[in-house]
């Protein structure tokens, strides 16, 4: 007879498996479609150039391709400026810093700008607050389909030290915005700069100006820091292409 105990194991085992297994498979499908992506785009290169290969031959003038850019997304620009700074804000003179969860003391490459409410949730996407520097297997294990309890654990911690890091009733602040979202009572309006605002093309351009220098501000004296990219080059940019009409 098999004990209730070895039986109860052996079940939780074979979940574990299955979850592994189809984890397993979402990744190596997931590989497969960036490879089969690859693999078409380095084919549709190479035909081009056979093609104009084809012209000079022909004495005539080669085929200018144009390559699809995607349009530039202020609001996603302005969330990884911010995610950059939020690190900056929360390491040290080296990049190293403490986790909001876990309290573990954590490097510049093993920490990441973790997000207690989803990304998801557009209104709190640019709230400094919902927004600190968390070790990246805390990070991890508040990933969609990750395990649930392991989760709660982590967003407990984060919950706490959020209250002792901003003051009593900001977890309980975050909740209720993210609440509201999904009731659809939020009417539009975002947290800028921790306020309620409702953000205009001006409001956003004006948030993206106050985060390009603050970003400059901080990796002046950070000597480990290079940043990820040209930021305000790229911004300059946009807004060259996308003048403001007063």
């Not at 995610?83 to 390491?91: A, G, I």
């Not at 805390?138 to 982590?154: I, L």
């Amino acid at each position: 007879m098999i004990s209730k105990a070895n039986y109860d194991f052996d079940k939780k085992c074979n979940e574990a498996d299955k979850k592994g297994q189809a984890l397993t498979d979402k990744l190596v499908n997931k590989y497969e479609r960036k490879m089969n992506a690859y693999i078409n785009k380095k084919k549709l290169e190479y035909e081009r150039k056979c093609k104009n290969e084809i012209r000079k031959l022909e004495w005539k003038e080669e085929k200018v391709y144009k390559e699809k850019k995607k349009p530039f997304n202020l609001v996603k620009f302005a969330a990884e400026l911010l995610q950059e700074n939020v690190r900056l804000r929360d390491s040290d003179i080296s990049g190293n810093g403490l986790c909001i969860s876990c309290s573990k003391f954590c490097t510049w490459k093993d920490h990441a700008a973790g997000h207690r409410w989803s990304r998801l949730i557009k209104n709190l996407l640019l709230c400094f607050t919902n927004i600190n520097l968390q070790c990246n297997g805390c990070n991890r294990t508040t990933w969609p389909r990750g395990n649930k309890e392991a989760e709660e654990r982590v967003n407990a911690k984060y919950d706490e030290n959020l209250d002792k890091k901003y003051g009593k009733w900001t977890n309980t602040q975050l909740r209720e915005i993210k609440e509201a979202y999904f009731k659809n009572d939020y009417d539009g309006n975002w947290v800028l700069w921790d306020k309620i605002v409702n953000p205009t093309e001006k409001e956003l351009r004006k948030f993206v100006e106050s985060q390009l220098e603050e970003n400059e501000l901080r990796w002046k004296w950070k000597d480990f820091y290079k940043p990820s990219q040209n930021w305000r080059k790229i911004y300059e940019k946009y807004v060259s292409e996308n003048p403001m009409e007063e």
